[in-house]
Structures are given as structure tokens and as C-alpha cells.
């Protein structure tokens, strides 16, 4: 009876072994806790093997740092696509605890050992640097919000963006002062995205009455009723209080 043997994390080691031996290095097998050590000269490399990616294995692994910088990982080569985002974020992690990672095709059959990248120091301003746009997003988002309306971690309920915010601002002065006008409410404060969200009208809150004049809709009159404590700061920022439309 043909059995398919269940991969074990032994059967990563001779692949890795015969790799660095080509790169002329001695290579010894659990050393003082270390899954692989490899040897040339002055030079000392570790590699911690583990079937999946794990924390337990980061954690492992940076463990290893105390006694060298030269660290590495080593798990079989994923299923999965390796230009997906989930494998690149998977990455950047790596190379953020400065580790190198190893990738194993087939442990079991004519494997073929791969080096994705090698243990190197990171770029922090670098990083920060490629990041500039995403950055300035998160502040002018933060920047667009009058107070703090989301309970962090949640996934399943709606989420209070600045644009949704500046929608409730500009619906709020609609059902209390009537009618306006883009440039009327542009002067209560709404600010200068406030004809795109109108023209948009993207929660279906909004109708043009006339040319450059808009009023709230039955819809919107109902789904704002949904954030009293907004409604009450924006009436409060133009001297209104609710129930006064004058």
C-alpha cells in the first residue's frame, strides 16, 4: 500500500544542508537549540526551520540574533502566489526583523532551495519614505474628522470617514437652515469639497433644486438622525441648536 509521507521539518534540513555546503560552508545540525548551523571562516549563520510561517518561528529566530546577525528561515515554498499582497506584507516583516528568508520547492522530491533575500540591516527612513503618500493620508483623514466616532478593531460595522463626516456637516446645515447653496456652505465652515460631495451625492442625500441651490432628501432627513452627537457639535459650531432653523 502507496502512502503520501507526512512533510516534517527534518525533511527540510538536507536540502538547506547540500545549498550551503556548495557555498563552501561546514553545516551541523542542532546546535545548542539552533535547527541548522553553517560555518566558513569567522562567519556563523543560522537557520531556524518550520513547516508554516509562524510567529513562533519569528520569535525563534530572533532569538538566534543574540548570537549572530546572519539569521535565517526556512519553511516549505507556499501554495499560494508569491506576487500577492498577503506574501509581500508576509515579507516586509521579514526583512523588518532583519532576518533572511529561505524558501524549500518539493522537500520531498528533487527539492530545489531558494534565498528570497539574505539577513540585511532595515531602512527605517527608507521605508518611511516609500510610505510619504500613505502617510499623508492617514493625517488628512485624522485632520478631516472633528472627533473620534470608530471603536478601533471593528470590521463589521460602518466606519466614520472624513468624507462621510463632511457629508453629515453639510446635511446637518441643509435640515436646519433649508436650501443653500454650495458657497453658503462653504461659509458655514464645510469646506472646499463640498460642491463634489453635492454633485456626487454619493449616500443619496442630497437634490438640486435649482441651478447652484440643493436641499436634503427625505433619505437623508432620516439617516442623519443616526449621529446625534455630530449633528449637536456642527449645529454648535454655527451658534444652532436643534430644533432652531432660523
Given at each position: 500500500?502507496?502512502?503520501?509521507?507526512?512533510?516534517?521539518?527534518?525533511?527540510?534540513?538536507?536540502?538547506?544542508?547540500t545549498?550551503?555546503?556548495?557555498?563552501?560552508?561546514?553545516?551541523?545540525?542542532?546546535?545548542?537549540?539552533?535547527?541548522i548551523?553553517?560555518?566558513?571562516?569567522?562567519?556563523?549563520?543560522?537557520?531556524?526551520?518550520?513547516?508554516?510561517l509562524s510567529?513562533?518561528?519569528?520569535?525563534?529566530?530572533?532569538?538566534?540574533?543574540r548570537?549572530?546577525d546572519?539569521?535565517?528561515?526556512?519553511?516549505?515554498?507556499?501554495?499560494?502566489r508569491?506576487?500577492?499582497?498577503?506574501?509581500?506584507?508576509?515579507?516586509?516583516?521579514?526583512?523588518?526583523?532583519e532576518?533572511?528568508?529561505?524558501?524549500?520547492?518539493?522537500?520531498?522530491?528533487?527539492?530545489?532551495?531558494?534565498?528570497?533575500?539574505?539577513p540585511?540591516?532595515?531602512?527605517?527612513?527608507?521605508?518611511?519614505?516609500?510610505s510619504?503618500?500613505?502617510?499623508?493620508?492617514?493625517?488628512?483623514?485624522?485632520?478631516?474628522?472633528?472627533?473620534?466616532?470608530?471603536?478601533?478593531?471593528?470590521n463589521?460595522?460602518?466606519?466614520?470617514?472624513?468624507?462621510?463626516?463632511?457629508?453629515?456637516?453639510?446635511?446637518?446645515y441643509?435640515?436646519?437652515?433649508?436650501?443653500?447653496?454650495?458657497k453658503?456652505?462653504i461659509?458655514?465652515?464645510?469646506?472646499?469639497k463640498?460642491?463634489?460631495?453635492?454633485?456626487?451625492?454619493?449616500?443619496?442625500?442630497?437634490?438640486r433644486?435649482?441651478?447652484?441651490?440643493?436641499c436634503?432628501?427625505?433619505?437623508?432627513?432620516?439617516?442623519?438622525?443616526?449621529?446625534?452627537?455630530?449633528l449637536?457639535?456642527?449645529?454648535?459650531?454655527?451658534?444652532?441648536?436643534?430644533?432652531?432653523?432660523?
Open positions: 500500500m502507496n502512502e503520501t509521507k507526512k512533510l516534517q521539518e527534518m525533511d527540510l534540513y538536507k536540502p538547506i544542508q545549498f550551503f555546503v556548495k557555498e563552501g560552508y561546514e553545516v551541523y545540525g542542532e546546535v545548542k537549540d539552533c535547527d548551523v553553517a560555518v566558513k571562516d569567522e562567519e556563523l549563520v543560522v537557520i531556524e526551520l518550520k513547516l508554516t510567529v513562533d518561528l519569528l520569535i525563534q529566530a530572533a532569538k538566534r540574533q548570537i549572530t546572519q539569521v535565517y528561515i526556512a519553511i516549505p515554498k507556499p501554495k499560494y508569491l506576487n500577492s499582497r498577503r506574501w509581500a506584507e508576509k515579507c516586509h516583516l521579514i526583512r523588518r526583523l532576518l533572511g528568508l529561505i524558501l524549500v520547492s518539493n522537500p520531498l522530491k528533487r527539492a530545489k532551495t531558494e534565498v528570497v533575500f539574505h540585511s540591516p532595515f531602512d527605517r527612513r527608507k521605508s518611511r519614505g516609500q510619504k503618500l500613505k502617510r499623508e493620508a492617514v493625517l488628512k483623514e485624522i485632520n478631516g474628522r472633528s472627533a473620534d466616532y470608530n471603536v478601533g478593531g471593528s463589521r460595522t460602518k466606519i466614520m470617514t472624513a468624507y462621510k463626516e463632511n457629508s453629515i456637516q453639510i446635511a446637518c441643509l435640515r436646519h437652515l433649508g436650501p443653500l447653496s454650495p453658503n456652505l461659509q458655514l465652515g464645510t469646506g472646499d463640498t460642491s463634489s460631495i453635492l454633485v456626487k451625492n454619493y449616500y443619496g442625500w442630497f437634490e433644486i435649482k441651478r447652484g441651490t440643493y436634503l432628501t427625505e433619505k437623508g432627513q432620516e439617516e442623519i438622525k443616526e449621529f446625534p452627537d455630530l449637536n457639535f456642527y449645529l454648535n459650531s454655527v451658534g444652532l441648536k436643534e430644533g432652531n432653523s432660523d
